[in-house]
C-alpha cells in the first residue's frame, strides 16, 4: 500500500523557519517525481514546489522562491521542503504527492499530475 506521511508543521512566527518532511512507505520514491502543495481555507490547492525523480531539476511558485528548498534523500525514502522567511500568507496545509512524470528530470505543479498523496501537515504563521 502507497502512503505518504507529511511531518515538520507547527505554529511559527513571521520571519521563522520550518521544515517539513514526507515520508513515503510501501514503495520508493526512487522512480517519482514529488510535488509540495499548500492549501489555505477557502483556496484552492496549489503547487509550492516540486523535485523530479532523478533530483536534478526543481521548481518553485513565485511566491515562495528564494525562501523554499525542496530535497529527496532516495536513500532514506524521503523528500524534505525548507521553508524560511515565513509569512502570514503561508499558512495553510502543505501536502506532499508523488507522481511519475514523463521524463526523469521532468517536474509539475499541477494537482492532476500527482497520483499518491499524504493527508498534510498544518503550517500557521501567526505573531
Known amino acids: 500500500q502507497l502512503q505518504l506521511v507529511e511531518s515538520g508543521g507547527g505554529l511559527v512566527q513571521p520571519g521563522g523557519s520550518l521544515r517539513l518532511s514526507c515520508a513515503a512507505s510501501?514503495?520508493?520514491?526512487?522512480?517519482?517525481?514529488i510535488g509540495w502543495f499548500r492549501q489555505a481555507p477557502g483556496k484552492e490547492r496549489e503547487g509550492v514546489s516540486c523535485?523530479?525523480?532523478?533530483?536534478?531539476?526543481?521548481m518553485y511558485a513565485d511566491s515562495v522562491n528564494g525562501r523554499f528548498t525542496i530535497s529527496r534523500d532516495n536513500a532514506k525514502n524521503t523528500v524534505d521542503l525548507q521553508i524560511n522567511s515565513l509569512k502570514p500568507e503561508d499558512t495553510a496545509i502543505y501536502y506532499c504527492?508523488?507522481?511519475?512524470?514523463?521524463?526523469?528530470?521532468?517536474?509539475?505543479?499541477?494537482?492532476?499530475?500527482?497520483?499518491?498523496w499524504g493527508q498534510g501537515t498544518q503550517v500557521t504563521v501567526s505573531s
Open positions: 504527492a508523488a507522481g511519475v512524470m514523463r521524463t526523469y528530470y521532468y517536474c509539475s505543479g499541477y494537482v492532476t499530475d500527482f497520483a499518491s
Open positions: 510501501g514503495f520508493f520514491l526512487d522512480y517519482y517525481a
Open positions: 523535485i523530479s525523480s532523478s533530483g536534478n531539476s526543481t
